[in-house]
């Protein structure tokens, strides 16, 4: 089996990303490791959930991930971390080359 790059997992999470956040229990989706102790494994794409997810979301939300995954070849994590607060971005930086740190998060 061929490993995913992160251009593969980034193509794939920018056709997916609108229906996956549309789902039930969803909070964000962005790209990663497949597994993080072993980077060599190659990229994945991350679907973080809420911690509490019923059992029956659980199950349709790993049916969904796993016809992805195996049309596209691309792994899909999925990670219960609960929801994510929207930080303000000020950009305060002159210089535009500049990176902002922390990146600043885009919730939709």
Do not use: C
């Amino acid at each position: 089996m061929a490993v995913a790059t992160f251009y593969q997992a980034f193509k794939l999470k920018s056709r997916i990303w609108r229906t996956m956040l549309k789902r039930n229990g969803v909070t964000g989706i962005g790209v990663g490791y497949a597994d993080p102790n072993r980077p060599a494994k190659g990229a994945a794409i991350v679907v973080y959930t809420l911690r509490s997810l019923s059992a029956v979301t659980q199950t349709k939300l790993q049916a969904v991930t796993h016809n992805i995954s195996q049309a596209s070849a691309v792994p899909i994590r999925i990670l219960g971390v609960g929801s994510f607060k929207r930080e303000a971005a000020t950009p305060t930086q002159t210089n535009p080359r500049q990176r902002w740190r922390p990146v600043p998060v885009r919730s939709v």
